[in-house]
T-cell receptor, first 115, second 112 residues
Framework: DPKIIQKPKYLVAVTGSEKILICEQY?????MYWYRQSAKKPLEFMFS???????DNQTASSRFQPQSSKKNHLDLQITALKPDDSATYFC??????????????FGPGTRLTVL | GEQVEQLPSILRVQEGSSASINCTYE??????FPWYKQEPGENPKLIID?????ERKQTQGLIVLLDKKAKRFSLHITDTQPGDSAMYFC???????????FGLGTRVSVFP
């Protein structure tokens, strides 16, 4: 059974629209993350959450908003989509935040294409 | 912040030989160094990691070395097999960081 679920697997959007990427983990972890992977910047850290609280935001744009309704759930809302947002978005989790518990496991990813 | 440089970007090795990937980091406070393997269309998978209290770690055909003075760490794949062909990413994290800083990756191809 997959331990980290991301939905949808593929997503096509038009410029200017808004989309929500879903992530749920069943590893019992307390920390969750979003990373982005594109041809320009492979594996770029975006956000980290611990116990549903934002711990770090490395995304310059406010168009990217994480949302956590439950400890094992971290969605990513992207507004005013641009073609440059096209990438694969990976959700990850680890037992806790911080380098002492840093083994991060990645979900299968959502591949977003913005036309 | 942290910056991680990874070399080479492409590595072709003959089956049965060893493959070595090198990474350097800038932040002396970094203390966790994982390696991920990513196959086409798949997610990155953690294959081995090392913490700053160690200089060497080995598991199932993989060896990781860490030189804190030089701020350098490396992955060595021994007795490479076709299944080792993939992208490999190194990463670093310091005690206060929340996310991993990744290198740009090395595409390893194992040929017969």
């Amino acid at each position: 059974d997959p331990k980290i679920i991301q939905k949808p697997k593929y997503l096509v959007a038009v410029t200017g629209s808004e989309k929500i990427l879903i992530c749920e983990q069943y590893l019992g972890h307390n920390a969750m993350y979003w990373y982005r992977q594109s041809a320009k910047k492979p594996l770029e850290f975006m956000f980290s959450y611990s116990y549903q609280k934002l711990m770090d935001n490395q995304t310059a744009s406010s168009r990217f908003q994480p949302q956590s309704s439950k400890k094992n759930h971290l969605d990513l809302q992207i507004t005013a989509l641009k073609p440059d947002d096209s990438a694969t978005y990976f959700c990850a989790s680890s037992p806790w935040t911080g380098s002492n518990y840093a083994e991060q496991f990645f979900g299968p990813g959502t591949r977003l294409t913005v036309l | 912040g942290e910056q991680v440089e990874q070399l080479p970007s492409i590595l072709r090795v003959q089956e049965g030989s060893s493959a070595s990937i090198n990474c350097t980091y800038e932040n002396s406070a970094s203390n966790y160094f994982p390696w991920y393997k990513q196959e086409p269309g798949e997610n990155p998978k953690l294959i081995i990691d090392i913490r700053s209290n160690m200089e060497r770690k080995q598991t199932q055909g993989l060896i990781v070395l860490l030189d804190k003075k030089a701020k350098r760490f490396s992955l060595h794949i021994t007795d490479t097999q076709p299944g080792d062909s993939a992208m490999y990413f190194c990463a670093a994290m310091d005690f206060y960081a929340q996310g991993l800083t990744f290198g740009l990756g090395t595409r390893v191809s194992v040929f017969p």
